[in-house]
């Protein structure tokens, strides 16, 4: 009785003991494979478990989707010394208006930014680029986009899409352009 005492104390003992060891692995480096098929492991009655970082997943695919719904909207051009939005930049003002009331861009808030050319102080400059944000605005907003979604800022002429000493490249400053915030 005394033997097994012993015994079972000294097996429960030498479980305890490699039970508890800390265990040292060394990572190999992943491939693009192994890491995706860890990103998504399915299990069988289970659907989709994922595992690894979700939340970074979805802010990528969150910021994919900004930099697209971006690159439809349309830049709004100036005349000289003017904010008032021209006639013929009506119809990219309405795709605006319509792109960003889409269901794809409406979780986006919009920065709506103003730019000029060269000519004029900086003072003066920044001044009209908020004009010419704000003109955009509220024609975006008088098209249902909601201006508590939208923020203004003036580049003034520190943001220039051409750097020639042209008329043309003077024209393509004029602008109002926009990004997306989450």
């Known amino acids: 009785m005394k033997a097994r005492h012993i015994l079972t104390s ?7 003991i490699t039970g508890c060891a800390k265990k040292v692995e060394v990572e190999a ?7 995706q098929q860890e990103a998504t492991e399915v299990t069988e009655g289970s659907g989709i478990q994922t595992i690894g970082n979700d939340q970074e997943m979805i802010e990528e695919a969150k910021l994919r989707k900004m930099k697209a719904i971006e690159a439809q909207s349309k830049k ?12 013929d930049q009506q119809p990219r003002v309405e795709f605006d208006a319509k792109l960003f009331n889409s269901d794809e861009a409406k979780p986006f ?3 709506v930014e103003g ?8 003072e003066y400059n920044y001044a009209l680029g908020l004009k010419r944000a704000k003109s955009v605005r509220d024609a975006l907003a008088a ?3 909601a201006k508590d979604r939208m923020t203004l800022i ?3 002429e520190s943001n220039p899409v051409c750097t020639e000493h042209t008329k043309e490249c003077w ?5 109002v352009e926009f990004e997306l915030i989450p």
Do not use: H, M
């Open 109 to 111: 808030n919009i920065k």
């Open 154 to 156: 003036s580049y003034g």
């Open 171 to 175: 024209a393509k400053n004029r602008r």
């Open 29 to 35: 480096p992943q491939t693009q494979a192994t890491q």
């Open 10 to 16: 000294a097996v429960v003992i030498g479980f305890l």
């Open 76 to 87: 709004i051009y100036f005349d000289f010394d003017k904010y008032n939005i021209r006639p």
């Open 143 to 145: 098209r249902g986009v």
């Open 115 to 122: 730019n000029c050319d060269e000519w004029g102080t900086d």
